[in-house]
């Protein structure tokens, strides 16, 4: 991958907000950029420069008013890019966002999605992180990944991905479960997108821009557009986790890693597999390796207080009592009455009455 061209995307209701989006995308410092501002607010769309900063920009008219899934075909079917990815009207790329996706998506091997974290701003003046590695079995059942920091290999449009113009909103959600059948997913925690979360008007972020009944009403579809793929993965994977579980028990752990993946094959980054393969590494005396894999399947499944416990115990046993705890206390903001999250925080208290006496 030398220099491959990227297109930015812009689905675009003319807000005054799309000078500051477009001053962003001025500003990459990525040189192969073509920026497409899809009308999606219809005819009354004002002209465009041809040029922001140094990049190309066209404006792709259209004669009606375009929804979110309508005006993302548009744009990706007009874009030239080997790459696309898509910058909403009220939103801002850092300068170096393109590059930094870029970087990302050459050391990414064969993945034809490229994923990095979110910057979520809020008109209160806070600041999060939205975004995390992907787990196939995990998409299936929230979305994760903002359309707009990632980076999709246009051959993935030419297999079949699409916008499906029937959901308002989670389109983007359910396009990515569309490349996830065909791809592998790489992500990298880089922070480098600016997402006003208040600013929009889809209802499904936070803050004022939350709403709760439509949020579930197309949640609902995507759940049932994808039940039957989600049920035949967890029938493919959980006699094999079962198995990989028995062969841990006996103590046979190649088989037992064997198993495990199998199922990392079928499912990638599954959380249960990479639980089970932590455990089998911390048996086999494999320490910093099994920390390895325990954070991963915390990453992809952050709302478990077992996979937090899990990832403390290891902590702790590496005399990293900082994190160990940290991991306890989040376990029990989780779920307050979490009997395993008590215990391994007394552990530590212990441990460090131990060491006061000494």
Not at 6 to 14: G, L, N, P, W
Not at 130 to 135: H, I, L, M, N
Not at 149 to 157: D, H, P, R
Request: net charge negative; proline share 5%.
């Amino acid at each position: 991958m030398n220099s491959p061209r990227v297109s930015v995307i812009v689905r675009s209701m003319a807000r005054e907000s799309l000078a500051t989006a477009l001053a962003s995308l001025a500003a990459q410092t990525w040189p192969n950029l073509e920026i497409l501002v899809v009308a999606a607010c219809g005819p009354s769309h004002p002209p465009l420069e041809e040029r922001a900063g140094p990049h190309s920009l066209r404006l792709v008219t259209s004669e009606t008013k375009l929804s979110r899934p309508l005006a993302a075909n548009v744009g990706v079917q007009a874009a030239t890019g080997e790459w696309f990815t898509f910058l909403d009207d009220d939103d801002e790329f850092l300068p170096e966002h393109i590059a930094n996706l870029v970087g990302a998506a050459s050391r990414a091997e064969d993945a034809g999605v490229v994923h990095t974290l979110a910057q979520a701003v809020f008109n209160d003046g806070r600041r999060e992180s939205f975004g995390q590695p992907c787990a196939l079995v995990e998409l299936y059942t929230r979305n994760f990944i903002h359309l707009s920091a990632t980076l999709v290999s246009k051959s993935l449009i030419a297999a079949g991905c699409s916008f499906d113009p029937s959901l308002d909103i989670h389109e983007d959600w359910d396009f990515f479960l569309q490349c996830a059948q065909r791809t592998k997913f790489y992500f990298e925690p880089l922070q480098s997108y600016l997402w006003y979360v208040d600013a929009g008007s889809s209802g499904t972020a936070g803050g004022r821009n939350h709403d709760p009944d439509r949020f579930v009403r197309f949640r609902d579809r995507v759940y049932e557009k994808w039940q039957a793929k989600y049920e035949a993965l967890v029938a493919q994977t959980e006699p094999l986790l079962q198995e990989a579980a028995a062969e841990a028990q006996k103590e046979q752990w190649n088989e037992a890693l064997a198993g495990i993946e199998k199922v990392l094959a079928l499912s990638f980054n599954d959380p249960w597999a990479l639980n089970l393969r932590a455990m089998v590494e911390r048996m086999q005396g494999h320490a910093a390796e099994a920390l390895k894999t325990q954070m991963l399947a915390t990453q992809v499944r952050p709302y478990d207080p077992a996979f937090l416990c899990n990832l403390g115990h290891l902590y702790l046993e590496q005399d990293e009592r900082v994190e160990a705890r940290a991991c306890a206390e989040n376990a029990l903001a989780l779920q307050p009455d979490y009997a395993p999250g008590r215990l391994l925080l007394g552990q530590i208290n212990r441990v460090a009455l131990q060491d006061a006496a000494v």
